[in-house]
């Protein structure tokens, strides 16, 4: 079939990936710039600079050729040894896939919070740093299996007190939400280029502390593909990475970052506080209940929910995405994946597109027998939004 007789493509309301600007598209092709010249190290060089702000970071951010998972991988691999005893914050699928990477690459684990609608206690969670003797603390700030943020301010102060090395997990919150590495005490942040940089996948990007720096010198056993003291060496010295660098998606990347900073990281910020709040008053509007039914901070990349009257969601996204050409996500595991949705709203998302997004499933839910939903969603989340974009953040 000739790729002018596809159907459309879909409208992607997806925790990753998500829709990509035109502007980023061109800006992949405009060049073949190799990727050993100054031309293109000007780009690499300057895309880096614009990534600090959105990491909350005075110092270096690093690409690394791989998708995020690869960069954690590599991260864990370089700060931590055989010889650490790590605590990890398993209230997610993303904290629990956390877990069995350190497992795997033999470094001692510690799971803490369990549940996924779990909140982090912090002071059960120092019980757990201090019985552990731990010398680590790896967590998810932004968990897009329950939509929970994580309190990495009070964790990054516990990481300080007890001399730990501290990594997050930061793939889908970054650039949709403020992030303070810095200030926050967060020594290792990897995120990656699909989620909140609207880019295609493969590229991650990671921001190291100076502690972080010093433990990956020190390691004898770090990671020989995403080796961070090769990285840095090459990325400070000549403006280049290590191997050959995707330049394609650091174009995108790099296009990316110039409209995020050309509408302003607050203003970016508080789109998506704006949409998020939005999103879950039309959710509630429309019989959904949020999960977890308790939560101290909920995302503002996606929104999570259980569906109303015991419906399918499987069948909502299913006829959203075959009958309208927009994609939601349903939930994670066997046990959420038919009563739970999630919608994301991160990056290249507006008012108008979710609008959209509610108006799609309201039809749905009334042919799903949900009477009486038309134009509920739609007025709880103008109206909300509104309200948020108003009151500014």
């Not at 990534?51 to 005075?58: D, H, Y």
């Not at 007190?161 to 997050?168: D, E, I, M, Q, S």
Request: glycine share 8%; charged share 20%.
């Amino acid at each position: 079939m000739s790729p002018l007789n596809y159907p459309r493509v879909e409208k992607l309301f997806t925790p990753g990936p998500v829709n990509i600007p035109e502007r980023v598209y061109l800006a992949s092709m405009l060049g073949s710039y190799h990727h050993r010249t100054k031309e293109f190290s000007a780009i690499l060089v300057d895309a880096l600079e614009l990534l600090k702000p959105l990491f909350g970071t005075q110092g270096h951010v690093y690409p690394v050729h791989t998708t995020g998972r690869g960069a954690l991988e590599g991260v864990y691999k370089n700060i931590f040894t055989a010889e650490d005893r790590v605590v990890c914050v398993v209230n997610g699928k993303f904290g629990e896939m956390a877990a069995i990477t350190l497992r795997s690459i033999g470094i001692p684990v510690k799971e803490c919070f369990p549940q996924w609608s779990s909140e982090v206690d912090l002071q059960v969670l120092e019980q757990e740093i201090v019985d552990f003797n731990a010398t680590g603390l790896v967590a998810v700030f932004n968990d897009t299996s329950n939509g929970v943020i994580n309190p990495m301010a009070g964790m990054g102060a516990l990481a300080a007190k007890h001399n730990l090395l501290f990594a997050v997990d930061n793939v889908s919150g970054l650039g949709c939400m403020p992030f303070e590495m810095d200030a926050w005490n967060v020594d290792a942040v990897v995120t990656a280029s699909q989620k909140g940089l609207m880019s295609p996948a493969g590229v991650s990007f990671v921001a190291l502390s100076q502690r972080a720096m010093a433990a990956c010198e020190a390691n004898d056993h770090r990671d020989f593909y995403i080796d961070f003291v090769d990285i840095h060496t090459i990325v400070t010295e000549k403006g280049e990475t290590p191997g050959s660098t995707p330049v394609s998606l650091i174009l995108s990347v790099h296009e990316a970052l110039t409209m995020i900073h050309d509408e302003g990281v607050s203003s970016v910020f508080l789109r998506h506080k704006a949409i998020s709040l939005g999103t879950k008053a039309a959710l509630q509007a429309l019989g959904f209940s949020l999960f977890p039914r308790e939560c101290a901070a909920r995302s503002d990349s996606l929104s999570v929910a259980s569906m109303p009257q015991a419906l399918s969601a499987k069948t909502l996204a299913s006829r959203m995405s075959h009958g309208y050409r927009l994609r939601i996500g349903v939930g994670l595991g066997s046990a959420m994946a038919d009563n739970t949705v999630r919608i994301a709203h991160m990056g290249y998302c507006y008012p108008e597109d979710m609008l959209q997004c509610f108006a799609v499933m309201e039809c749905v839910l009334e042919d799903m027998g949900l009477v009486g939903s038309m134009g509920k969603g739609i007025a709880a989340f103008d109206r909300v939004y509104r309200q948020t974009i108003s009151e500014g953040l």
